[in-house]
Nanobody
Framework: QVQLVESGGGLVQAGGSLRLSCEAS????????MGWFRQAPGKERETVAA????????YYADSVKGRFTISRDNAKNTVYLQMNSLKPEDTAVYYC?????????????????WGQGTQVTVSS
């Protein structure tokens, strides 16, 4: 059974930084793409960033390009999201997720296994 556990969320002032972590268990982590997604109240879940199994290809939403960095450590079964220059509009619950297949995908509905989410709140 695939399990994903996020950590690192919290309250930060605008312009600050946070680093989210997501540790995976239950299968061979290094074979699958990983993604970070977020959902704000009243809004649909959106893709923030995604990374291939090797880390060689990444995807970022336009709204976070240049501010967020996704990375992974396959030896630790962990994916990270470094968030810099945070803005109030980044406030949301952040989820990590992984796919059921080895295909490279970036849309939320292409991801099948989800963590419980971690709250990120950016104050102005």
């Amino acid at each position: 059974q695939v399990q994903l556990v996020e950590s690192g969320g919290g309250l930060v002032q605008a312009g600050g930084s946070l680093r989210l972590s997501c540790e995976a268990s239950g299968r061979t982590f290094s074979r699958y793409a990983m993604g970070w997604f977020r959902q704000a109240p009243g809004k649909e879940r959106e893709t923030v960033a995604a990374i291939t199994w090797s880390g060689g290809t990444t995807y970022y939403a336009d709204s976070v390009k240049g501010r967020f960095t996704i990375s992974r450590d396959n030896a630790k079964n962990t994916v990270y999201l470094q968030m810099n220059s945070l803005k109030p509009e980044d406030t949301a619950v952040y989820y990590c997720a992984t796919t059921r297949t080895t295909e490279w995908v970036t849309r939320p509905y292409d991801y099948h296994y989800w963590g419980q989410g971690t709250q990120v709140t950016v104050s102005s």
